[in-house]
């Protein structure tokens, strides 16, 4: 499958910026961009019943597509599924996208660090693991939102959001602790950075929003052959629901990507 595409999967269209960021590092490599939208949003769903759901949906998206490599840009998915996907497909490149509490925890002067999630995501053992590895020195609050992947998704749909709507979400992020303030927000879910100007024109004081795409996408280019097989075929997104509306088809078309009947 050296000359098969790239496969960039999540729950909605948030992924898309690891697409963008993919793209750069590989503009000669073929992509196909999965919505799973039918099942969108992911953070009402009981775990086993998720990780089933996403395992047999990716049986049907292997065989069709026969990806060289896949792109799981859902923190939600990566944080619940990525293990069982390995295991069910052991001959499959899988990258995921995880918190990006490392590197956070590396660049803070203050020591105070927020991961702006899903609630899902909040709720994993993964993400506490990653803390107690990489930032047991930090004071991390983990902010589990409820709204904003859906107020990201009104966003790039170019709905008007209300501002004080995306504040409620993000202001549980900035704490003073003993003359310290918040400097780094890990964004954990790759729907966020879409609404990134629009939380630093809201935000309390400046921080650093942390945004994983490129780090993401640069381990993907790194799992890639360096044999590269010219197509001639577009770049494809594929909605699970197979009923993408004519604003997110359109949205596609800007994204340079063909939808998939």
């Known amino acids: 499958m050296s000359d098969g595409p790239i496969l960039v999967f999540d729950s909605g269209i948030g992924g898309l910026t690891v697409l963008r960021e993919a ?6 490599r073929r992509f196909v961009y999965v919505v799973d939208d039918a099942a969108f949003p992911y953070g009402g769903w009981e775990e086993g019943a998720l990780d089933r759901h996403i395992v047999n949906l990716f049986g049907r998206l292997i065989e069709e597509h026969q990806p060289q490599l896949c792109v799981i840009a859902c923190n939600t998915a990566s944080t619940l599924v990525l293990g069982s996907l390995r295991k069910a497909f052991a001959d499959m490149p899988f990258v995921g996208t995880v918190p990006a509490i490392k590197p956070a925890a590396e ?67 900035f704490v003073e602790q003993d003359g310290e303030r918040t400097d780094i927000v890990v964004l954990a879910c790759t729907h966020y950075p879409f609404l990134a100007n629009v939380f630093r024109r809201l935000a309390p004081w400046p921080v650093d929003w942390l945004d994983p795409a490129e780090a993401i996408a640069r381990r993907a280019l790194s799992l890639l052959p360096d044999v590269r097989a010219v197509s001639d075929e577009p770049d494809i997104a594929v909605f699970t629901s197979g009923a993408p509306d004519f604003a997110i088809r359109r949205l596609m078309g800007g994204f340079g990507l063909s939808v998939s009947t």
């Open 107 to 173: 660049r803070t002067r203050s020591g105070l660090v927020s991961v702006l999630a899903t609630p899902g995501t909040v709720k994993r053992a993964y993400t506490r693991d990653l803390i107690q590895s990489f930032a047991a020195q930090c004071h991390v609050r983990l902010v589990g939102s409820e709204n904003l992947a859906s107020l990201a998704e009104r966003h790039i749909r170019g709905v008007h959001n209300d501002p004080a709507a995306v504040l409620a979400e993000i202001e549980p992020c």
């Open 23 to 28: 793209r750069v590092l590989m503009p000669d």
